[in-house]
């Protein structure tokens, strides 16, 4: 088991930057592929970025290319989310995921309950 709690959100200015982070309990967080979705009101979740379990290749939507970096300490059990030049429409409930490689893509198991983002224009 996995549990994963997510902080670091809040109230921005476009233009603007934060930095959210995933805390993980157990020690098999440095298996696990790391991810991190975003849901906007009246919108489907979208996936936002991913980090594989050593840290070194790092995988963006197209939406936050250039923008949003994710990066990982697997010491702290950690997985962080830097934001910036953020725009209204990056308002969201972020959550970050674990998961493992299967058949050549990555199934998420374990989910945190998520972080508010709001970004006014």
């Known amino acids: 088991q996995v549990q994963l709690v997510e902080s670091g959100g809040g109230f921005v200015q476009a233009g603007g930057s934060l930095r959210l982070s995933c805390a993980a309990s157990?020690?098999?967080?440095?298996?696990?592929?790391m991810g991190w979705f975003r849901q906007a009101p009246g919108k489907e979740r979208e996936f936002v970025a991913r980090?594989?379990?050593?840290?070194?290749?790092?995988y963006y939507a197209d939406s936050v290319k250039g923008r949003f970096t994710i990066s990982r300490d697997n010491a702290k059990n950690t997985v962080y989310l830097q934001m910036s030049s953020l725009k209204p429409e990056d308002t969201a409930i972020y959550y970050c995921?674990?998961?493992?490689?299967?058949?050549?893509?990555?199934?998420?198991?374990?989910w945190g309950r998520g972080t508010q983002v709001t970004v006014s224009s």
């Open positions: 157990g020690r098999t967080f440095s298996s696990y592929t």
């Open positions: 995921a674990a998961g493992r490689f299967s058949t050549g893509q990555v199934s998420y198991d374990y």
């Open positions: 980090i594989s379990v050593s840290g070194l290749t790092p």
